[in-house]
Nanobody
Framework: QVQLVESGGGLVQAGGSLRLSCAAHGRTFINSAMGWFRQAPGKEREFVAAIIWSVGSTYYADSVKGRFTISSDNAKNTVSLRMTSLKSEDTAVYYC?????????????????WGQGTQVTVSS
């Protein structure tokens, strides 16, 4: 059974940093795209970043470009999201997701597997 497990969320002051991790269990995602999405209260789920696992190509939403970094560890079957210069508007539940195939998408509906989510709260 495929399972994605996020960790690393928490409370941080504005300007601080956090690192989220997503451990994939049940299969290898080497031929998949992995994405991070977030959802704030009352808002739609939005794309944050994605990585094509096999080649390491990365993609970011404009709102996080230059502040967030997505990376993968093939040996550990883990994808991470390093978040720096955090702002109050980054507060949300963050989800990792996996999509079959080696193309990415900013559309959350095109991902096949999801983690349970981890809360990130940035205090101003």
């Amino acid at each position: 059974q495929v399972q994605l497990v996020e960790s690393g969320g928490g409370l941080v002051q504005a300007g601080g940093s956090l690192r989220l991790s997503c451990a994939a269990h049940g299969r290898t995602f080497i031929n998949s795209a992995m994405g991070w999405f977030r959802q704030a209260p009352g808002k739609e789920r939005e794309f944050v970043a994605a990585i094509i696992w096999s080649v390491g190509s990365t993609y970011y939403a404009d709102s996080v470009k230059g502040r967030f970094t997505i990376s993968s560890d093939n040996a550990k079957n883990t994808v991470s999201l390093r978040m720096t210069s955090l702002k109050s508007e980054d507060t949300a539940v963050y989800y990792c997701a996996a999509r079959y195939g080696s193309t990415w998408s900013p559309n959350w509906a095109q991902y096949d597997y999801w983690g349970q989510g981890t809360q990130v709260t940035v205090s101003s």
